[in-house]
C-alpha cells in the first residue's frame, strides 16, 4: 500500500456517495415514464457488458471462454448472479487447468 491510498479510498467512496446521492434526488424530480423505466432496467446490463469486454479484451481465451459459459448459463438458469458467479468459477478452473 502507498501513503496515498487512504486519500484515494475517501475520494472514491465520496464520489460513490454523491453519485448515489445524486441519483436519488434526481429521481425525486423525474417522473418515472415507461422510457425512463426500461432505461433504468437496461442500466446493470450495460455496466456488466463494458466491464466483462473489458475483461475480456485483456484477459484470453480464459476470459472468453467463461464469457460464453455465462452467456449459456443465463439463457438455461435465468439468474444474472448464478450465472456470473458459475463463470468465476469457470475462469478460476481454467486458469488452474494452464489456460
Known amino acids: ?9 475517501a475520494v472514491m467512496a465520496a464520489a460513490a456517495f454523491l453519485c448515489r446521492m445524486a ?4 429521481m425525486r424530480f423525474v417522473p418515472v415514464s415507461p422510457r425512463v ?3 433504468l432496467r437496461a442500466t ?6 463494458g466491464i466483462t469486454a ?5 484477459g484470453g481465451l480464459a476470459e472468453g471462454l467463461a464469457l460464453a459459459a455465462v452467456v ?4 438455461v438458469l435465468r439468474s444474472d ?8 468459477v469457470v475462469v478460476a ?4 487447468a494452464g489456460l
Open 72 to 75: 449459456g448459463l443465463t439463457l
Open 37 to 39: 423505466e426500461a432505461a
Open 23 to 26: 441519483g436519488f434526488t434526481l
Open 1 to 9: 500500500m502507498t501513503e496515498s491510498f487512504s486519500a484515494l479510498l
Open 81 to 88: 448472479v448464478a450465472a456470473a458467479l458459475l463463470g468465476v
Open 93 to 96: 478452473g481454467l486458469r488452474w
Open 54 to 58: 473489458l475483461a475480456v479484451q485483456a
Open 44 to 49: 446493470p446490463l450495460g455496466v456488466m457488458a
